[in-house]
């Protein structure tokens, strides 16, 4: 008999886990404060599936503030003129993107080091003076999630 109370009371410690997941998953979908992400570009051959990413994640939440910070050769996609690997320019997806909410830092260290000017990008592409500093401060002060595509 006592085998059989603990198997109804793991049963339903087990249910109420199970539902107060599904209760919890709705809370914070109705939370009023939006999530944040940063994604972390360091390498313009992966931007073209970052900016995919990017756009899937503000379908299915809409709210979330999404940074994109690139340095290294990462920064080379949001140069004037730059194009993926099939010839289509970055510009139209990174303008969308930027409609959407997201904004695009270009580390100024990297700039400095490869000796290349604010003018040479796109007016989408804001400046900070460090992107991995920047990366830091949105993750441990920002409260920022980080994604490496």
Partial sequence: MNSIKRYLATGIAGGALVLGGCVTTG??????????????IND??????????????????????IVVVTHSKGVDFLMEGAKDKNGNPYNINVETLT??????????????SRKLERSQFIPEAQFVPSGVAELGKLQGRGG???IKP
Avoid: W
């Avoid at 695009?104 to 990297?110: P, S």
């Fill in 27 to 40: 809370d914070l979908a109705a939370n009023s404060y939006p999530d944040k992400v940063v994604y972390h």
């Fill in 44 to 65: 313009s051959a992966d931007a073209t599936a970052a900016m995919r990413n990017v756009g899937n994640h503000l379908d299915v939440n809409p709210q979330v503030k």
């Fill in 99 to 112: 409609g959407r909410g997201v904004t695009f830092d270009v580390c100024e260290i990297t700039l400095k």
């Fill in 144 to 146: 920022y999630a980080y």
